[in-house]
């Protein structure tokens, strides 16, 4: 086989009849995987492993099929967890995981960055307030419309996250699909649950909803603490858009230095600390309200325990964006090219 180091080659009766496709998954993962990972990586099969593992190694499994499987399914056997089925998809492409096919079972997430030789992968986070049937705001989607935009989501193979998948993502501790998308929704607007919510549902996505407490159940217009819940239950996290939507890079009129960082630290404290009640949760989202922040705030924030906070400053966020002052596009275009736009996953950049 030609890997210096590694086990000698068996023979083609041992391996099974596909050597030239399981060779091809070879080099393959070869050029996918970081230079020099595979040296000495792999070991003959061993009594204690399937009979259909062709090799295994601490990084990944070379497995033929027994019969047809799902990405999800190999997941789960392989990986304990079916989520994890876009790293079996994203290792074999072009694979049709049909009954005796070749495929590779990653077993380490190895590219936790989403680098690759001519770029990097960023993570674009949409961002929505309101949604009607009859819209007259620039912040209100039409339901039609976000249907649509769901929808190309799910035709195109895009991945919704959620913030703890971004913030380990952020933290060099975890990969994430290559088309990965954050959906966020500000202020807490009673429509997000009745519109927005069984379209999600529909094609399989949750979204973050960041809500500024004072608003909730103060009219038909708000959402209320036992729809939060129901959402919570399904899936949706909910962060902090503060306790009055107050801008905090701004002194207020008569409001002396003191009492603007006492308005800071109420804003952030007290809006987590409620949420983290009513919710039973540990709140780990900010929203800076109309996505402004300055030092203070962010310094506050962190003080507070918020491990990642939303600008509305548009473009994507690569691996090593500061987690306390993401990027996020606002949905305000109605065309679907202006939606289109805003979900580029991936910067061109030589890395060589």
């Known amino acids: 086989m030609g890997l210096t180091g590694c086990s000698p080659a068996q023979t083609k009766t041992e391996r099974g009849p596909n050597v030239s496709t399981f060779i091809q998954i070879i080099l393959l993962f070869a050029l996918i995987m ?42 789960e056997r392989f990986l304990g967890d079916n989520h994890k089925s876009w790293l079996v998809e994203e290792s074999n492409p072009g694979v049709d995981f049909n009954s005796g096919e070749l495929v590779v079972i990653p077993l380490n997430n190895v590219n936790r960055g989403g680098l690759r030789r001519d770029g990097i992968q960023t993570i674009p986070i949409l961002t929505y307030h309101r949604f009607s049937n009859d819209c007259s705001s620039p912040l209100c989607v039409r339901s039609s419309i976000f249907e649509n935009q769901m929808k190309y989501l799910k035709e195109n193979d895009f991945h919704i996250i959620s913030p703890e998948q971004l913030l380990a993502f952020l933290e060099y501790k975890q990969g994430l699909p290559k088309k990965s998308v954050l959906i966020t929704m500000d202020d807490g607007y009673r429509s997000v649950y009745e519109i927005a919510y069984p379209i999600l549902k529909k094609y399989g996505f949750t ?89 203070s705030s962010i310094k506050t924030a962190r003080k507070a325990g918020y491990k990642i906070a939303m600008s509305v400053q548009r473009g994507g966020n690569p691996f090593f964006a500061d987690p306390l002052y993401l990027r996020r596009d606002q949905i305000l275009q109605k065309d679907m090219q202006a939606f289109i736009s805003r979900l580029k996953t991936f910067k061109p950049m030589p890395l060589k």
Not at 37 to 66: E, G, H, V
């Open 207 to 295: 979204a973050t909803l960041f809500i500024y407490t004072n608003f909730v159940g103060v009219s038909n217009m708000a959402i209320t603490w036992d729809q939060l819940k129901e959402l919570k239950a399904n899936g949706f996290s909910i962060g902090s858009h503060t306790i009055s939507h107050s801008d905090l890079t701004m002194r207020e009129e008569g409001e002396t230095e003191a009492d603007w960082m006492a308005r800071i630290d109420k804003e952030l404290f007290g809006s987590k600390q409620i949420l983290d009640k009513k919710l039973d949760q540990d709140t780990i989202s900010l929203a800076y309200p109309y996505g402004k922040y300055d030092q």
């Open 34 to 75: 970081p230079t020099g990972l595979l040296s000495c990586a792999f070991t003959s099969p061993a009594s204690s492993y399937s009979s259909k593992n062709i090799y295994k190694s601490k990084d990944f499994i070379i497995y033929q099929l027994p019969a047809d499987a799902t990405p999800a399914e190999l997941a």
